[in-house]
């Protein structure tokens, strides 16, 4: 939650120039005097309109903030920005919503670190599928230290960044590093339902047509049904490209063709697609 009050702006110039380990002199430059500058910092003198806009440029500062005493920065920053932002993540772009929050926003309110939550969870989404784990990873904390910062309810967000971090930390493995308890406990609420199916392997709530598949094919290779789970997991490898498989069940299909091809005792393929698991786990830690 911010802490940010408003104050005079003089306050306002002095801290700003404080921050930015500038002298009074330094920050006056050509066009205003030292003694001039000393009075606009203590509030014995009014600066004009122009004024204030050269400080404003020099101090990196939205004019708006210096022009009224009632406005925080943050406050200033989401009459400017928040539209900005707004209409990034509506457009998918998080990187460039995060973009500006980290320029402009070091002190976030409520408002501005739920979005932040938001937008790094699906940014950290979109990181696990391509199977840029390390990008992920840190996304993903990043964006646990931003649900702590809002009074907003972020269950739901929680949930999702639990089920990223089970991949990042361990994804050859995910399942053993969920709660899954935790998580269905809020599935009226929390997001990426799927994956959560996904990774518990309920085949009856997955709802992806390619997400279930692929549970539907390890389950042919639990039964032993080796020749129809090959057929099943060979069917989804072809489509790789079509259907945009991501990195991450790409992932999970070459290690249960490794194990069908194994268990067929075909071990030529089944070191071929070891091969290509082992290259994309070096992949996922670059």
């Known amino acids: 939650m911010g802490t ?3 104050m005079p702006i003089s306050q306002k110039i002095r801290n700003a120039r404080i921050a930015r380990s500038l002298t009074q002199g330094e920050l006056a430059g050509d066009k205003i005097t030292r003694n001039m500058m000393c009075r606009i ?3 014995t003198a009014t600066p004009s309109r122009a004024t204030l806009a050269y400080l404003a440029d020099r101090l990196d500062l939205p004019l708006l903030y210096l022009l009224d005493d009632s406005v925080t920065l943050t406050e200033c920053y989401k009459k400017l920005y928040l539209p900005l932002i707004h209409r990034a993540c509506k457009a998918g772009n998080e990187e460039e919503a995060l973009r500006i929050i980290r320029r402009y926003f070091k002190e976030s309110d409520d408002e501005i670190a739920l979005i932040a939550a938001t937008a790094l969870t699906s940014l950290a989404k979109k990181k696990v599928y391509d199977g840029n784990l390390d990008s992920a990873d840190k996304l993903v904390r ?3 230290a931003f649900t702590e910062r809002t009074v ?3 269950e739901h967000l929680r949930a999702s960044l639990a089920l990223l971090a089970a991949i990042t930390t361990n994804v050859q493995s995910p399942r053993y590093e969920m709660n899954e308890d935790a998580y269905a406990s809020l599935r009226d609420t929390a997001t990426m339902q799927p994956l959560f199916a996904y990774l518990t392997e309920d085949t009856s709530s997955c709802r992806d047509p390619i997400l279930s598949e692929h549970l539907k094919a390890r389950e042919k290779l639990r039964s032993r049904d080796y020749k129809g789970a090959l057929a099943a997991l060979e069917s989804l490898e ?3 490209m079509s259907d945009h498989l991501s990195a991450f069940v790409l992932f999970r299909i070459y290690t249960d063709l490794e194990s069908c091809h194994r268990e067929m005792g075909d071990y030529q393929n089944a070191y071929r697609y070891a091969n290509k698991r082992i ?4 992949a996922f830690k670059s």
């Open 238 to 240: 072809e489509r790789r």
């Open 279 to 282: 290259s994309m786990l070096a």
């Open 142 to 144: 990043e964006a646990f």
């Open 152 to 154: 907003y309810p972020t």
């Open 41 to 43: 910092e203590t509030g």
């Open 4 to 6: 940010e009050q408003p």
